[in-house]
C-alpha cells in the first residue's frame, strides 16, 4: 500500500473532520445504479466505521443489499479503494460510539452509553435505542461544524429562550476548561435545522422516563432565541 495513503487511513484522536471525512460509492439496493455520497469514518481497535449525516440512511440500506463499495480518500491523498462492508452488532455499534465520544475528550458521556449495556435484558431501557441512534447522527454534525459534542450540546440548551443558563458538570480542571471555551459559541438556524430533524420537537428519545412534555419543547417556534441572545457568555 502506498505510504499516502497508509497514513489517510490511519486516522486517530489527533485526526481532523476534514481528515475522516471521505466519499463512498455504493450500488443502489433496488436500481443497482452506483451512487456517491460523502461520508465520515473511524478508526477504532484496527478497524474502520462509517456514519453518516442526519437523515435517510439510503446508503446503508444499499450497503446490506450489496457489500462492496468503493472508498474516495480526498484529504492529503486521492485514491480510489476497493472494500465490503460488514453490519455491525448492537454490542460492537455502542462500543464504537463510545469511542467516538472518548476521542472527542467526552469520556463522561462515553460511560453513559457503555453503562446501557448492562441494561440490555430490561425492558423498560428499549428506548434507550433511540437515544443511540440520536448520539450517532448528532457526532457528525458536530464534526462538520468544527465543534466538540459538549460545545453543541451546550449552544443548543442556550440557544432556547426557556433556558436561563446551562449548568455545567465537569468533575476535572480539563474539563471545566473546556466546556468554558465553548461558552461564545452560536448555532446559527441551519445546524440548529439540523438538530430539528434528528430530534424533532415535542419526540422524546427516553420516553420511558418522561411524565410531561412542556410547550416550549415541543412548539418549534418556541424553542430558539434570537440568534443575537444564543452565546452563553
Not at 469511542?99 to 453513559?112: G, K, M, V
Given at each position: 500500500m502506498d505510504d499516502t495513503v497508509a497514513r489517510a487511513l490511519a486516522i486517530g484522536p489527533d485526526s481532523s473532520p476534514a481528515e475522516r471525512t471521505i466519499d463512498i460509492t455504493t450500488l443502489g439496493a433496488r436500481t443497482g445504479i452506483p451512487r456517491r455520497i460523502e461520508i465520515w469514518f473511524h478508526r477504532v481497535d484496527g478497524r474502520w466505521y462509517l456514519s453518516g449525516m442526519p437523515g435517510p440512511r439510503s446508503w446503508y440500506a444499499n450497503l446490506r443489499a450489496n457489500p462492496r463499495f468503493t472508498v474516495h480518500l480526498?484529504?492529503?491523498?486521492?485514491?480510489?479503494?476497493?472494500?465490503?462492508?460488514?453490519?455491525?452488532?448492537?454490542?460492537?455499534?455502542?462500543?464504537?460510539?463510545?469511542?467516538?465520544?472518548?476521542?472527542?475528550?467526552?469520556?463522561?458521556?462515553?460511560?453513559?452509553?457503555?453503562r446501557r449495556q448492562e441494561f440490555d435484558d430490561s425492558p423498560q431501557y428499549f428506548s434507550d435505542e433511540r437515544k443511540l441512534d440520536v448520539v450517532e447522527q448528532l457526532v457528525p454534525l458536530a464534526e462538520k461544524a468544527g465543534l466538540p459534542m459538549a460545545h453543541l450540546a451546550m449552544a443548543f440548551a442556550i440557544a432556547h429562550p426557556g433556558v436561563t443558563s446551562a449548568i455545567l458538570g465537569p468533575r476535572t480542571m480539563e474539563q471545566l476548561d473546556d466546556l468554558l471555551a465553548g461558552a461564545d459559541v452560536i448555532l446559527d438556524d441551519e445546524i440548529l435545522d439540523r438538530i430539528d430533524e434528528i430530534a424533532p420537537p415535542g419526540t422524546d428519545a427516553g420516553p420511558n422516563q418522561a411524565a410531561y412534555t412542556p410547550p416550549a419543547i415541543s412548539d418549534v417556534n418556541l424553542r430558539r432565541r434570537p440568534i443575537a441572545e444564543r452565546s452563553a457568555a
Open positions: 480526498k484529504h492529503g491523498v486521492r485514491a480510489d479503494l476497493p472494500a465490503t462492508a460488514v453490519p455491525v452488532d448492537e454490542p460492537t455499534r455502542r462500543r464504537v460510539i463510545t469511542a467516538i465520544l472518548d476521542l472527542q475528550n467526552r469520556p463522561e458521556i462515553a460511560a453513559r452509553v457503555a
